[in-house]
């Protein structure tokens, strides 16, 4: 790194540190508001450890009104089991520690992304400084999300050596599901079998231990959180399904709709993954930045998930065009701060906006390998994908 580089990366870490820092402050600030916290799965922990089954309170309309703000039990049961702990204490309190395991999780997340992408103690400190300064970090915290926790996980999975860590990293991502069809498609054609079958072990055991709370059948069990998924979350409006639902909401009836957006999101993260998968120019860190980038723009989602975008941000350095990192800044830039500006676009314009960004995204990563593998003095092999 030149001198005139290095100084550059010094003013850039100095003038991003307070804001960093407020962000931090204003989302702790945000998310111990009463009306807060709606997204922090505490109601379903606290159901589950008296004996209640969260998912069936919500479909049947809480009427107990046992559910808190807005914390609908959307998620797989191995979530209620890792939460327990919070859920013996108190709401205030546990959303309190939440958030501070939250950040802790966070600051984990980007040590294995420097790492991985070999970025140094300083670019590192100015990739951490970029993501808690961003907006996606301040809506998550505040809302008390789950995305720090799938981030990590999703890092042990793809950033980490042993199968194991990584079957059982992959496991716990399922958490928030919307997230996996990418990640365990894009393994399967890959034939890493060893890794999909250890991933098993966690919901299967969190299945097994809500069944032993709970005593629901265990055939209604298992597909209760997708029922609530489908009647009780907020429809999104920047994703492969959102896009479906939209175009085919002019020829077919609502119900139809619903069903082909489903269908639409997991073909499309089918065909990705096995377009992923045969692509032997990409390296295995272009790859890991791929579908991160393409996790969020599959299956339905919320704006806080594009703090997935950090793992792309990584690969930057690797990006060999200028041209390319500048746009891919650019890029970043919007998502993470410039949120404001969408506030002034149609719903149906953002989400086609949104959309063509991701794969604007995903064009300069592969391009960027695309371009080593057919004129690079660099031999090939280097760039193939280590990930098995």
Known sequence: MTNRK??????????????AVGNIILAFHQGLQ??????????????????????????????????LLNQVPNYLHETYLLLVPFGLMGFHKARILWAVVNCSMCLISMLILGSYFRLGSRLTLLLALIFFSGYPFRQSLGYGQQDFFELLTFCCAFCLAPIAVRGIALGLSYVKYNFSPVFVFYLLFKKSWKIVLISMIPPLLGLLGVWIMVRTPLATLIVE????????????????????????????????????????????????????????????????ACLATASIVMMRHGFYDFIFLVVPLANIKNLTRESAKVASALIFGFFWYGARISTLMSVNARMVLD??????????????????????????EQFRPSIP
């Open 6 to 19: 290095r100084i550059l990366l010094n003013i850039l870490i100095v003038l991003l540190f307070p804001i």
């Open 34 to 67: 009463p009306a807060r916290g709606q997204d922090f799965q505490w109601s379903g922990t606290f159901m589950v450890l008296h004996h209640i089954d969260p998912w069936k309170q919500a479909l049947t309309g809480d009427k107990q009104h046992l559910i």
């Open 225 to 288: 959180p997708f029922m609530v998924s489908r009647n009780g979350v907020v429809v999104t409006a920047a994703d492969v399904m959102a896009l479906t639902r939209w175009l085919a909401a002019y020829v077919l009836p609502w119900h139809q709709v619903e069903m082909l957006s489903y269908l639409a999101g997991i073909v499309a993260s089918a065909v990705y993954s096995f377009h992923l998968s045969k692509a032997r120019y990409l390296s295995d860190r272009a790859v890991v």
């Open 355 to 380: 959309i063509v960004l991701i794969a604007a995204l995903l064009y300069f990563i592969e391009s960027n390998d695309r371009l080593k593998d057919s004129g690079s003095k660099v031999p090939v």
